[in-house]
């Protein structure tokens, strides 16, 4: 079943073709690729961008697909997927509105999708040559780590989840943005973090506090380090030049606290089968981090395979949508689907 | 004249640079939390008076510095009384005058041997003056008597070339937002008088409140938001409310908005800034941090939540720039200034 795939969530326009599992063509257009081609600045977060350019990603996405043109590429199109939240209100929109006037047009049916479900997923997304091989062996203890998002979830089943934890403030990937920021180095700061904290050899010389340990439930916090951080390079300016001892021991507090929150989940929940998905586990040192950790337990921590996947992509959004497809999840009054910003799982 | 743009990534190179011309006597257009300022080295002569031979300013009018907490005792005398004051509005958008220990040039001094002080809450003066660890001139960048500048651009506009010819180096941040140049106070005197009116002004709808913990906040903030509910109840069905929510990463501004978000009953507020807002019903909860230019704002669709029954509130306020004519015009609005007093202890002052 092929499955056109539409995620507007943030601030990068995406469209894949997928089947099943496998991803036939996916196209991202992020600010990046935006200053590499035009050499202008687009506002990166901006309804208007998103606008700009879907009918180009929706085109790229089928030219990939098939060698035909547009109308006949959507003839061989059986469903189409959109997200549906969470994310940022008026670029979902964009993407929504794109799902609903293309199904009109080409009498297609809708399935949508929670973002969310798409980063749990995007573990078990193949490329077209259906590789990797992994079988799903339920359940999973899944966690989200993105710039917008940290969650637990146990994925019980196909698009059976529980949500047992997530953060109450900032995200990780968000509380490493602001980081960066504080040190002077950017957006997005991720990146930049983990490459001064490898430089640094991963170590933690300050010490800043791990937040929530010492609750027992499985919610993050981040603000209370962002602001012993702030307070530290305040209180002490001149430490600003050993910017990567300064990026390491932030990083390892923020993964730390993943670490041992996860340890904690898999205590609770007896699972010992991981699955990580968002863009913070682009980050090799986090990877490393839960390998060490799913060993200890004698499971597995999977992580997406190819680094689009990180991000946000449709790619994972049609492979979710595939299996809603197979239950026939499909969306029964086109007209009344709207966005959802903070959708839950 | 060496012009650079600030941006995120280059922070400590300005502060170098700046520093390194404020060494050598130079002259600096500098961004602040009110207007460009042109900054020397208070305590140089030289640099001193060619700072007022660019103002064209007349001999014996006094010219305020920037400093922080530490340095106030070095450059002037202060009672206990006084430094309670001080730690209620400072740091903020207030000019301070206080009997001058003469650390500074003289010429800087008003004839009665006072000096004006000013610990604004903005990130790069701070940085500049805790690396700087001296006090630095904190005139705005006009000439006497004209008006202030927010931008670079108009500011070289208004410049003689012998003008141009004194400044060293200009740091340009873009537009700034407008604010009004600060609110002189003068604590020289038994009862505080207020010299010149800026844009914070002491009216008896101002109320300061102290917080040390997470709960407390949100607790202020439900007290404020009930109370606020009673005053506007008729009005809030005319016009929607807007708090606009200021202070530093870190100090709380989420925190405060989820205490409003729980009076209402919406327990699921989490921070928005990698999505600029989300909405909870008619609550929107925004974040105007990665807001980098004010043509993001057009796309942000503002007018259409300014309805009747709406409560808005906006994090990074200072970022709104020109958009809080438009929120002043629709809606009643409520300022909210978050600051650290320490890691723990934080002052919220809220303007209504």
């Known amino acids: 079943m092929n499955i056109l795939a539409i995620d507007t969530s943030c601030d990068e326009t995406s469209v894949a073709v997928t089947d099943g599992r496998r991803v036939l063509s996916n196209v991202i257009y992020s600010q990046v690729l935006l200053h590499k081609k035009w050499g202008g600045v687009v506002p990166s977060i901006a309804k208007r961008a998103h606008e700009e350019r879907i009918d180009f990603v929706v085109e790229e996405a089928l030219k990939k697909f098939s060698i035909f043109n547009f109308q006949f590429s959507m003839k061989r199109i059986d469903c189409i997927a959109v997200t549906q939240g969470p994310g940022l209100a008026v670029a979902l929109e964009v993407g929504i509105k794109k799902a609903k006037e293309l199904a009109e047009k080409y009498q297609k049916k809708i399935i949508s999708v929670n973002h969310l479900e798409g980063h749990i997923y995007s573990a078990f997304v193949e490329n077209s040559q259906g590789n990797p091989k992994r079988n799903f062996k339920f359940p999973y203890l899944a966690l989200i780590v993105s710039g917008g998002h940290t969650e637990f979830v146990i994925f019980k089943d196909h698009l059976e989840y529980e949500v047992i934890g997530s953060t109450l403030d900032d995200a990780a990937g968000e509380a490493l943005d602001k980081a960066a920021k504080l040190l002077g180095l950017g957006y997005p700061g991720g990146p930049v973090i983990e490459r001064l904290a490898k430089d640094a050899g991963n170590i933690d010389g300050h010490n800043f506090p791990r937040p929530m340990l010492r609750s027992k439930d499985l919610n993050f916090s981040f603000s209370g380090l962002k602001t012993s951080f702030y307070y530290f390079l305040k209180k002490n300016p001149s430490m600003i030049s050993e910017v990567k001892l300064l990026a390491s021991s932030f990083q390892e507090a923020v993964f730390d606290t993943l670490i041992k929150k996860t340890e904690m989940a898999m205590k609770q929940t007896g699972i010992n089968k991981l699955v990580i998905g968002g863009g913070v586990v682009a980050n090799m040192r986090l990877r490393k981090l839960m390998r060490d950790l799913a060993k200890k337990y004698h499971g597995e921590a999977l992580f997406p395979s190819y680094k689009y996947l990180t991000g946000d992509n449709a790619a994972m959004i049609g492979v979710v949508a595939g299996y809603k497809a197979e239950k026939n999840l499909f969306v029964d009054k086109i007209d009344e689907l709207d966005r959802i910003p903070r959708m839950n799982l | ?352």
């Open chain 2, 1 to 352: 004249m060496r012009i650079i743009k600030l941006n995120s990534n280059n922070i400590n190179q300005v502060i170098n640079n700046t520093i390194s011309v404020l060494r050598s006597n130079g002259l600096v257009v500098f961004p602040s939390d009110t207007v460009y300022g042109l900054l020397c080295d208070a305590t140089n002569e030289r640099a001193v008076k060619k700072l007022i031979l660019f103002k064209e300013r007349p001999a014996g009018k006094p010219i305020s510095v920037f400093s922080n907490f530490s340095l106030i005792n070095e450059l002037t005398t202060i009672s206990n009384q006084q430094s309670k004051t001080l730690k209620q509005i400072l740091p903020g958008p207030f000019t301070i005058i206080l009997p001058s220990k003469h650390k500074v040039n003289k010429l800087l001094e008003s004839e009665t041997g006072t000096l004006g002080i000013r610990v604004p809450m903005y990130r790069y003066i701070e940085l500049l003056v805790g690396q700087f660890k001296k006090p630095i001139t904190a005139t705005s960048a006009n000439l006497a008597g004209r008006s202030p500048y927010y931008s670079i651009k108009s500011l070289l506009n208004g410049l003689t070339e012998k003008q141009k010819k004194l400044i060293d180096l200009v740091i340009d941040a873009g537009d700034l937002p407008r604010n009004k140049p600060s609110t002189v106070v003068d604590l020289t005197q038994s009862d505080v008088k207020v010299l010149r009116q800026g844009d914070i002004s002491f009216s008896n709808n101002s109320k300061i409140f102290l917080t040390e913990t997470s709960e407390e906040t949100k607790n202020i903030a439900k007290q404020i938001f009930i109370g606020l509910r009673t005053i506007h109840k008729l009005s809030l069905r005319i016009k929607p409310l807007i708090f606009i929510i200021e202070g530093e990463m870190g100090v709380g501004k989420t925190v405060f908005v989820k205490g409003i978000g729980e009076q209402l009953g919406i327990k699921n507020i989490i921070s928005p800034t990698f999505v600029i807002y989300y909405e909870y019903g008619n609550f929107y909860h925004f974040d105007l941090y990665n807001i980098e230019n004010n043509e993001e704002f057009k796309h942000l669709g503002l007018k259409k939540f300014l309805k009747p029954g709406n409560i808005l509130c906006f994090e990074w306020g200072e970022k709104a720039g020109e958009i809080i004519n438009i929120l002043k015009e629709k809606g009643n609005v409520i300022y909210v200034r978050m600051n650290y007093i320490n890691e723990k202890e934080r002052k919220i002052t809220v303007n209504f």
